[in-house]
């Protein structure tokens, strides 16, 4: 059996003592190249998985990515091997430039800035974005914004990809773009989505949460369709 990419042990968060955790006793594992989507109803603990993933909140139960503890000491290694696109893209675009943004996740690593910025150019072409490479983010619609924050991750090719909400706010055919762009991807990648046919595109297996456990986890994802229609009653 290949190491986990992703794995939580009996994982639970609660954000306060007298509410119900936001995520309870979750236990799942990622392998190499696996794309999972994460389904779940609004509050369902979708974004408080990915946080407890990089060690954003504090957390009960083991959790690893590639092999590796997450713990204080472990956090900044832990997160150096993670894309994480955050629910609201603006909040992961620092830089004047929508270039230099992408092309810093590489010139933090110790890439030259020549080569930086043609892979940026690169990564934001693979997305159609190569037109936005000299504009400000502040500028941007928010469609364009998730795709300069998409290459800001993609370029890094980390071993783990966690997206919240990718498709959200995209064009019909960037939706399209996308989802065949990360099944060509070869990092591991879990996906928080309310998109049905845009996980159906880009990933080959899910997991559903409600009320943060997860009550569904396979390759069906007629099953999550048949829950929503039940939920929709
Ligand atoms: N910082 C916080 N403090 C207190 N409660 C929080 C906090 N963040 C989230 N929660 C609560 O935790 C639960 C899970 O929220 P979370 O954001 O993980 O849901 P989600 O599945 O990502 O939802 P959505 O589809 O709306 O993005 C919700 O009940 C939410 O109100
Ligand atoms: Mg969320």
Redesign the pocket.
Known sequence: MTRAVLNFEHVAVR??ENRPP?LNDVSFAIHPGERVALF??????????FLAAVGLVPYEGIITVGGQVLGKKSLAEVRSKIGFLF?VPEDQLLFPRVVDDVAFTLIRKGAPAPEARQKALEALASLGADSLAERPPHELSHGERLRTALAGILVGNPLLLLLD?PSAGLDPPAKKRLARQLGDCPSAMLV?T?DISFARLSCQRCIM?EH?RIVLEGQSFDEVETRWDLYGR
Not at 40 to 49: A, D, E, R, V
């Open positions: 954000y306060h936001a779940g109803l609004n509050g369902s603990g979708k974004t408080t998985l629910n909400e928080a309310h949460l943060g």
